[in-house]
């Protein structure tokens, strides 16, 4: 009868300490995904980024998309303006609108991602944490924007996507 007695309680503690582990995971989560939570350039493992060039071959246009590491500076930046920006300046949207000019992803530890997308007049931040859980929203913020236009010079036929498509609609 005690051993069916010990073998129930630790049936018992091992589930609750298996509940209380989910509901840690799924908590954390959470909160990560919350536009307002700030991110650590420390637990950045890789930052990527990609960039749509457009040059002019014969009679038409060609797009490549290059491909780059940022450096450590270049993350710190980054993640100081993501982190920076106001509530207000943070918009939540449930999809992209535009062709992406240029992206950056950031890989952070425990699986988990921010991806930074840019059409050349709005700036997308996707934050992807584990269990599937994502949470997108449109950033205004000038000194980032100001950073991917720098980025994005020379990328449009030798000029800035965001000159060339004004032009084209005027």
């Known amino acids: 009868m005690k051993k069916t007695q010990h073998f129930k309680r630790l049936w018992l503690f091992v589930g609750m300490a298996a509940a209380a582990a989910v509901l840690y995971f799924w908590l954390m989560n959470n909160r990560f995904v919350d536009i307002h939570t700030p991110l650590s350039s420390a637990e950045v493992v890789r930052a990527d980024t990609s960039k749509a060039v457009y040059t002019k071959i014969g009679g038409g246009a060609h797009i490549r998309f290059d491909d780059a590491v940022l450096n450590e500076e270049d993350i710190s930046r980054v993640v100081h303006w ?49 269990f599937n859980q994502t949470s997108r929203y449109a950033l205004h913020h000038p000194e980032l924007k100001n950073y991917l236009d720098e980025e994005l010079e020379g990328t449009y036929f030798g000029g800035s996507p965001v000159k060339g498509e004004q032009e084209g609609t005027s």
């Open 82 to 130: 993501l982190n920076e920006a106001p509530g207000l300046a943070k918009t939540p949207v449930d999809r992209i609108d535009g062709s992406i000019h240029i992206g950056i992803a950031l890989r952070l530890k425990h699986h988990t991602g921010v991806t930074i997308q840019y059409n050349g007049s709005q700036i997308y931040v996707t934050k992807n944490g584990r």
